[in-house]
């Protein structure tokens, strides 16, 4: 169960019954807490990597972490094997604010999931929530997505399907549904 309400945890699993993850290797994208990995595993993924800036220790013989030089550097030297899937909830928005001790970056966001699609077959899924609305900044927390960063953020996916309410044109931080694409 997600710390984001029963709302979220009905969009991820209605998400995860139209796309099955069961039996497939995924990467999860930004974690301080394992719900989002937990609940990958318990719809059946076969194994979970999880990038993330701080350092992870999981002993679950099902997870494993990188941080995220060492995903850059096994994707330059050839060897990470690719994902079957990505995931990512409430962690990209963050990305190059320096709130999670990352660099500061104003585009830290869109290569992070421009990585996510160097890091997943092609025709593998990307289930993610990140706040959508208007576009905006709230500085250093979060961005907030809208008509004219979204496209931006997932450029190499197609979108599938979009999973909870979406308000469209409001700047809200909570409004987080799970979106589903493809890798282009």
Known sequence: MSAYGSGIDISIEKALKKFPISGLGGVVLGSQLPWLEATLLANGAAHVETIEYGKIVSEHPKV???????????????????YDFAASFSSVEHSGMGRYGDPMDPVADIEAVG?????????????????????????NAHRIYGAKRYPLLTINWKLLGVFGFVKWGFADWDTQ????????
């Open 64 to 82: 494993s972490t990188l941080l995220p030089h060492e995903a850059n550097k096994k994707f330059l030297n050839g060897t990470l094997v690719k």
């Open 115 to 139: 990585l996510l699609s160097c890091y997943v077959k092609k025709g593998g899924k990307l289930f993610l929530g990140v706040p959508s609305g208007g576009d905006s900044i709230h500085w």
């Open 177 to 184: 549904p799970l979106l589903v694409f493809e890798r282009a």
